[in-house]
């Protein structure tokens, strides 16, 4: 024999339940919304560009994946850089990624005005970059890649050359690690 439940007094039917439920919505939707444009001010006050955008393929069992993958410079014009790479299925998503990365990694760069304090070459793998500091009025001298670390680190006078590679990618890493070894005296 099937033993009926006992039903509590402290249980609610269905109709009390989605009651409940409505007066609640009431009572969120009087309460004033929190605004979202600090985090919007927050991402304003940097700046980025995309140097490079490119197709990349995964060989599975069944065919090939394409993704796209996307790398991104952001700064704030302040002496704070930073270079990302983002890999997704469309280029937004992936310049979503790139940019969230660079934001995470930031590296401080020492200015002397609108230059940089001293003259500074640096190598990392085959991109050999050097950076010379230029007088008020010469403007950036530089290829796109380190034209865009330049810009985005805050510095408006500058001389550059890269030897060794055309990879713009490699271009920027040797550049933002080059402009992070410069100290705002010499020792």
């Known amino acids: 024999m099937p033993e009926k439940k006992e039903v509590k007094s402290n249980e609610l039917s269905p109709k009390k339940v989605l009651e409940k439920v409505k007066f609640k919505q009431r009572q969120?939707?009087?309460?004033?919304?929190?605004?979202?444009?600090?985090?919007?001010?927050?991402?304003s006050e940097y700046d980025s560009r995309i140097i490079?955008?490119?197709?990349?393929?995964?060989?599975?069992?069944?065919?090939?994946?394409?993704?796209?993958?996307?790398?991104?410079?952001?700064?704030?014009?302040?002496?704070?850089?930073?270079?990302?790479?983002g890999?997704?299925?469309?280029?937004?998503?992936?310049?979503?990624k790139?940019?969230?990365?660079?934001?995470?990694?930031f590296v401080m760069i020492e200015r002397r005005g609108d230059t940089i304090p001293?003259?500074?070459?640096?190598?990392?793998?085959?991109?050999k970059v050097f950076l010379r500091p230029a007088a008020p009025g010469t403007g950036i001298i530089a290829g796109s890649s380190l034209r865009a670390v330049?810009?985005?680190?805050?510095?408006?006078?500058?001389?550059?050359?890269?030897?060794?590679?055309?990879?713009?990618?490699?271009?920027?890493?040797?550049?933002i690690e080059a402009l992070s070894l410069v100290k705002s005296s010499r020792r």
């Open 87 to 96: 890999k997704g299925a469309d280029v937004r998503t992936a310049e979503q």
């Open 52 to 85: 490079s955008i490119r197709r990349v393929t995964r060989v599975y069992k069944g065919g090939k994946r394409m993704r796209l993958s996307v790398v991104s410079i952001v700064g704030d014009k302040k002496g704070k850089v930073g270079i990302g790479i």
């Open 28 to 43: 969120r939707s009087s309460r004033p919304r929190r605004s979202r444009s600090k985090k919007k001010e927050r991402d």
């Open 150 to 175: 330049t810009e985005l680190a805050g510095i408006k006078d500058i001389l550059t050359k890269v030897i060794g590679t055309r990879n713009s990618i490699n271009n920027a890493y040797a550049a």
């Open 98 to 105: 790139a940019i969230t990365y660079a934001k995470k990694h």
């Open 118 to 127: 001293h003259e500074i070459s640096h190598k990392k793998g085959a991109a």
